[in-house]
Each structure stands twice: as structure tokens, then as C-alpha cells.
């Protein structure tokens, strides 16, 4: 008897509208355990607020969503997000600027942005494996706001794993990284995407060839609407990538990662 894959996400129909302005309009999607998602598209294509969506922070004026088996009007959604990390260069700079590497990633036990409660010796040794994990444990008792943009980058995946999420929603956390970074840091997504008891990961990217082997499936947006969702090869063409960014494009793969040329 074969196994039914499990659900970590499902968007059935799902429609966001401010006002009278449609921001998704009948969004269907599916993400099950063992896959990792990337999300293209141009700027105000509804990414960000479909991540919002997901993690319950809005709420949408129709369809339904189910998120980690929980279904949405039927569950505590202030329960759910603590099973969800969450890394956006909008936290990072949300960090008071005495905070040290370490106590920052505590702090994500339960979701915080700094830590106002002592830890216990548990969450402390916690932090410190986190941290070496990530390749910042030298350091920890820097402040976070003297760390390089990278590693800070680094110290705010620590924290969103702090809390053992489900599910791990990476919002264009590759901005500004400079090329060694850059690589450097997809390096280490592809490690937690490969660990055995690591999260099912989202990437939210403006940048195709970020979109690293470990990533299986990718959902291309347009204006609020899917425009293509399934296997990372067959969204990752010239055609659909020239519809969701808007510029006439062709794509080529290497070494397992892709790459697009603007057509003159």
C-alpha cells in the first residue's frame, strides 16, 4: 500500500482583498513533507502576503487554509505560529541594539525579538549548539548589530530554530549579501534542507539562480494569481519566469541551480 504523502500546507481558493483591491485572487496550493518550495515573482505579486497568510497573520477574505494539519477558524493561531520560524530583514531590524548574538537566539523560544527573561542553562546550551551550528558560535557575546549583514543573517536562522519549527519561511533573507555571502549562507540552507530533522523550508527570492538544488518546487505569482506551482524544472522556463518578472527572458541550468538572461 503506498503512503499518502503528508500536508504541511494547503491553500484552497484562497482570495485577499483591501478594500477593493484584490492582493491574491484564487490561490491553490499544495506543499507536502520532504518538499522545499521556492517563491518567485515580481515586486507586489502578493508573496509577502501570501507568507502572511500561511503563518496567520492575515486573515483572507475567502477559501480556506490548512497549515501543518491545523485548519484555519478551527485551531489557536497564536499555537500555530510558534511551530513556524520566520527570518525577514524586517526582524533583524527590529533587534535592540544592545542585544548579544546569543541572547538573540534564544529569544526565539518563544518567538521573541530579544530576550527580557533570563534563560535557563537548557536554553542557554540550546543557543550555543544553534549558534555553532550556524557558524557564528565564536560570536555569541558580540552585539547583534556589530556582526556582518551575513552573519547576522545567520544568528536570525539560529533563533527561528530555537523554537524546533515545523516549518521554516525565509523572506528574501539573501538581500544584500554580497556574493561569498551569498553562497556561503545558501550553503548552509542546503545543510538544513538535507538534515533529517530539519523544517520544510519556504524561500521567498527576486533571484532565480538563489534557488539552490535543495529546493524541489517553486510557485511563480503574478498580480495575486498562481501562475505555475510543481516540480522546480518545470516552473523554472523561459516562459513563465517572462510572465511572473514581466521582461522577456531564457533560462539555463548548471550544476543544478538555474539562470535567466534578459532577451534584448
Not at 209 to 233: M, N, Q
Request: net charge negative; with cysteine.
Amino acid at each position: 500500500m503506498v503512503a499518502l504523502a503528508v500536508r504541511v500546507i494547503l491553500l484552497d481558493g484562497v482570495e485577499l482583498y483591501r478594500g477593493d483591491t484584490m492582493i491574491l485572487s484564487g490561490v491553490d496550493w499544495r506543499v507536502d513533507e520532504g518538499q522545499h518550495w521556492a517563491i518567485v515573482g515580481a515586486n507586489g505579486s502578493g508573496k509577502t502576503t501570501l507568507l502572511n497568510v500561511v503563518s496567520g497573520y492575515l486573515w483572507p477574505s475567502s477559501g480556506a487554509v490548512e497549515v501543518l494539519g491545523e485548519t484555519f477558524g478551527r485551531t489557536d493561531i497564536r499555537a500555530l505560529r510558534r511551530r513556524v520560524g520566520w527570518v525577514s530583514t524586517f526582524l533583524r531590524e527590529m533587534t535592540p541594539s544592545h542585544e548579544r548574538a546569543l541572547s538573540m537566539v534564544v529569544s526565539g523560544r518563544s518567538g521573541g525579538i530579544g530576550l527580557y527573561n533570563e534563560a535557563t542553562a537548557e536554553e542557554t546550551n540550546r543557543g550555543r549548539e544553534l549558534l555553532e551550528r550556524v557558524g557564528c558560535g565564536h560570536r555569541e557575546n558580540h552585539r547583534f548589530v556589530t556582526l556582518s549583514q551575513g552573519e547576522q543573517q545567520r544568528v536570525m536562522v539560529a533563533r527561528a530554530l530555537m523554537a524546533e519549527p515545523e516549518l521554516l519561511i525565509l523572506d528574501e533573507i539573501c538581500a544584500g549579501l554580497d556574493l561569498a555571502a551569498r553562497e556561503s549562507f545558501l550553503t548552509l540552507l542546503s545543510d538544513l534542507a538535507t538534515s533529517p530533522k530539519g523544517p520544510t523550508m519556504i524561500f521567498v527570492t527576486h533571484h532565480i539562480e538563489e534557488i539552490i538544488p535543495a529546493f524541489t518546487h517553486v510557485l511563480a505569482l503574478s498580480e495575486g494569481r498562481v501562475l505555475s506551482a510543481g516540480p522546480k524544472p518545470e516552473v523554472l522556463c523561459g516562459r513563465i519566469l517572462s510572465e511572473a518578472l514581466g521582461i522577456p527572458l531564457e533560462v539555463s541550468e548548471a550544476a543544478g541551480r538555474y539562470w535567466p538572461r534578459a532577451l534584448s
